[in-house]
């Protein structure tokens, strides 16, 4: 069974960093895309980056440049570099994977198939 679980979320004045984690299991593939997305108050879930097994990643226009999304493949981690935060990234984050037959498939668009119960990230100013 598929388990992910998200953790090194908090809050952080604006200017500040943070670094969020996801630890996953239970799944083996050729092919993974994994990203992270995140859910504001009164506002549908958007996609913030998105990593494939091969290494390429794609990164949302409102975060480009202040964060990093990174996996550590041989323990199924993934992690997202957020800096230079800004109130407006407060939400809820989601660790989200999904299983492919290829990396070559992963994109901001592609539907993920599993994902973590969040961690709540609230930037003050």
């Known amino acids: 069974q598929v388990h992910l679980e998200e953790s090194g979320g908090g809050s952080v004045q604006a200017g500040g960093s943070l670094r969020l984690s996801c630890a996953t299991s239970?799944?083996?593939?050729?092919?993974?895309?994994m990203g992270w997305y995140r859910q504001q108050a009164g506002k549908e879930r958007e996609v913030v980056a998105t990593?494939?097994?091969?290494?390429?990643?794609n990164y949302a226009n409102s975060v480009q440049g202040r964060f990093s999304i990174s996996q550590e493949t041989a323990d199924k981690k993934l992690f997202l570099e957020m800096g230079s935060l800004k109130p407006e990234d407060t939400a809820m984050y989601y660790c989200?994977?999904?299983?492919?037959?290829?990396?070559?498939?992963?994109?901001?668009?592609?539907?993920?198939?599993?994902w973590g119960k969040g961690i709540l990230v609230t930037v003050s100013s």
């Open positions: 990593i494939a097994s091969d290494g390429r990643t």
């Open positions: 239970g799944y083996t593939a050729i092919g993974v895309c």
């Open positions: 989200a994977l999904a299983l492919m037959p290829h990396p070559k498939y992963c994109s901001l668009s592609y539907n993920m198939d599993y």
